[in-house]
């Protein structure tokens, strides 16, 4: 069990850009959260999807897309990217119905917007 | 609404002296409550769940319990260690969706020798 996946680890795009992160759950973990970390501290909700449908948005940018597929991993799509994105973007991962108890977070990816 | 509140910012201890982080919470429900913590660097990883049943749980030499009188679930450790050093987040579920964690602001525990 290699644990949760998150790629890239770090990754520079220039404003009005694109990206695209990438999270690969625990085996068997159906439940996958996203969450932002910006100035080292806050712990934003972005968005959960269990069993391949989104569940719960928090504060998901709409010119953010997220989508969890048939193997459980889930890939952020972001585009015309403004420096406020630049943070780190962590997922964690659950079995469906255990919550915040068995969360396994990723070593997240670091966006930088310039 | 239903939130978590961490007064402490930024704590900054000697080590050996003890540790109290406030966490407090509003709730429309008595939900579970969390401490995760999360060094220089990592990820955050569980620390600390609180228990149905007013037991105590301790982790690493931490302990916290649930008050639902002043709806408080401080984190408390007799003495601080060095490794101690890293941020700690309060953290509680949904009440419409367990599988969905909010975070207080998060404290940053520094200790210093």
């Known amino acids: 069990d290699s644990g949760v996946v998150q790629s890239p680890r770090h990754i520079i795009k220039e404003k009005g850009g694109r990206s695209v992160l990438t999270c690969i759950p625990i085996?068997?973990?159906?439940?996958v959260v996203w969450y932002q970390q910006t100035l080292g501290k806050e712990l934003k909700f972005l968005i959960q999807?269990?069993?391949?449908?989104?569940?719960d948005k928090g504060f998901l940018p709409s010119r953010f897309s997220v989508q969890q597929f048939d193997d459980y991993h889930s890939e952020m799509n972001m585009s015309a990217l403004e420096l406020e994105d630049s943070a780190m973007y962590f997922c964690?991962?659950?079995?469906?119905?255990?919550?915040?108890?068995?969360?396994?977070f990723g070593s997240g990816t670091r966006l930088l917007v310039i | 609404g239903d939130s978590v509140t961490q007064t402490e910012g930024l704590v900054t201890l000697t080590e050996g002296l003890p540790v109290m982080l406030n966490c407090t919470y509003q709730?429309?429900?008595?939900?579970?409550l969390f401490w995760y913590v999360q060094h220089l660097n990592e990820a955050p990883k569980l620390l600390l769940k609180?228990?149905?049943?007013?037991k105590r749980p301790e982790h690493q030499g931490f302990h916290a319990t649930l008050h639902k009188s002043s709806s408080s679930f401080h984190l408390q450790k007799s003495s601080a260690q060095l490794s101690d050093s890293a941020l700690y987040y309060c953290?509680?579920?949904?009440?419409?969706?367990?599988?969905?964690?909010?975070f207080g602001s998060g404290t940053k525990l520094t200790v210093e020798p």
């Open positions: 964690a991962s659950s079995l469906p119905g255990q919550g915040g108890s068995d969360y396994t």
């Open positions: 609180s228990f149905t049943d007013n």
């Open positions: 953290a509680f579920p949904l009440m419409s969706n367990y599988n969905v964690l909010y």
């Open positions: 085996s068997g973990h159906s439940n």
């Open positions: 709730s429309t429900y008595s939900p579970f």
């Open positions: 999807h269990y069993e391949k449908v989104e569940r």
